[in-house]
């Protein structure tokens, strides 16, 4: 075949892959559904990606806060957009505990979104009040044995995370702590602080201003590793309790029936942005790791967490208030 033949036909060939294959517009705004107020980690996270992964992805990402019913708002509206690329949603660990909690969704969290990309993660931490006389989580678990009923652990609210971390504690650890709920962090790191209540499991970034300042004692963060941030403070596994491997995470997903050549490419351009070491450096100081994992292995992750932290939530028989 002549050359300006074989060149001809792979001009045609590559319109024709370029004109058939579903796509998001590139330059259109990319709108990514935050379902809760600003300057929480979801939020601060989700500003962070957009800021880095704007420019690979071709479009301007804009932060659409859509708070109310926590999270059924912006999940609901979310779920509801085209299908074509060009609305997003932060998918974070509310989530899947709000799949395994909410009976009544109005969507099917399984099904509701094509996951793109887990973009970040962070570990907990369990902290005490200085007075609490346990210096290790040996010592703490040793302590709540020897008097069942008598500690307890305060949470940012029934069924939030910090609920959940504590259940999870106190189902592998075979201890009985009385949970104490409170009406969001705050009010329960002021207690916490004041004695009020003994123990408290919540995400890095959240404790670790008062713990360096000695107002709050570290035991223990949970996963396999120390976290960087707490470098002295032994990890679940060196203490004995692998089972408290959770992590807070965050990362995005598009409604379902997204064609998938824009899932993937949208996932492409966005773990690209985040391997940027200015993106993990921005990360790093927030307290978060980059994870940037492809759609199937976000859609597994986030499978295994809704079915996990379900199975929490009916062993401990926790219910929506």
Known sequence: MPIDNVRRH??????????????????????????YSPGGTADLSTRVIAQFAAPSVGSPMVVDNRTGGGGLI??????????????????????????????????????????????????????????????????????????????NYGSGGNGTNTHLAGELFKSVTGTDIVHVP???????L????????????????????HVRSGKLRALMVTGAERNALL???PSAK???????????????????????????RL????????????????????GLTVVGNTPE??????NSEIQRWSAVIKQAGIKPE
């Open 10 to 35: 792979m001009l045609l060939a590559g319109a024709a892959s370029v004109l058939g294959a579903p796509a998001f517009a590139q330059g259109k705004p990319i709108t990514i559904i935050v379902p």
């Open 74 to 151: 912006g999940w609901g509206l979310a779920s509801r957009a085209a299908p074509d690329g060009n609305t997003l949603l932060t998918v974070e660990l509310a989530y899947a505990i709000a799949a395994g909690l909410l009976p009544n969704m109005p969507f099917d969290p399984l099904k509701a979104f094509s996951q793109i990309t887990t973009a970040v993660k962070v570990p907990h931490v369990l902290v005490v009040n200085p007075n609490v006389p346990a210096k290790t989580v040996q010592e703490f678990i040793a302590l709540a044995k020897a008097q069942p009923g008598k500690l």
């Open 182 to 188: 409170y009406k969001g962090a705050g009010a329960v």
């Open 190 to 209: 002021a207690d916490l602080m004041g004695n009020q209540v003994q123990a408290l499991i919540t995400a890095v970034p959240t404790a670790l201003s």
């Open 231 to 233: 470098p002295d403070v």
């Open 238 to 264: 060196e203490a004995g309790i692998p089972a408290m491997d959770i992590d807070y995470w965050v990362g995005l997903g598009a409604p379902a029936g997204t064609p998938q050549p824009v899932v993937d």
């Open 267 to 286: 996932g492409k351009a966005i773990n690209a942005a985040l391997a940027q070491p200015e993106a993990r450096k921005k990360f790093a100081e927030m």
């Open 297 to 302: 292995q976000a859609t597994q992750f986030v």
